[in-house]
């Protein structure tokens, strides 16, 4: 890889980074006059989180670790 080139991959990247963020909230703006905020929600999340599965899966890490127990009721207060 060129010297020039290199050097300009970071601002790419966080340029793209922010154009992902950023596209994010138009994206549910337009969602939430079309569907209820709610089920945004949940697709939203259900999306993430099978996106998430498929590339743990594809890696070839587990989905689950061995002291997941021990995470469910934090993750389930910060959820309500």
Do not use: C, D, H
């Not at 569907?35 to 998430?52: D, H, Q, Y």
């Not at 743990?56 to 389930?76: C, D, Q």
Request: aromatic share 10%; glycine share 10%; proline share 6%.
């Amino acid at each position: 890889m060129s010297e020039g080139r290199s050097r300009l991959l970071p601002y790419l990247a966080f340029a793209a980074l922010g154009l992902i963020w950023g596209a994010s909230f138009l994206f549910i703006k337009l969602g939430v006059q079309a569907m209820n905020p709610t089920v945004l929600v949940l697709i939203r999340s259900g999306s993430g989180a099978i996106a998430l599965a498929v590339i743990m899966r594809a890696m070839g890490r587990p989905l689950v670790g061995p002291n997941w127990k021990s995470r469910i009721a934090p993750f389930t207060f910060m959820a309500v």
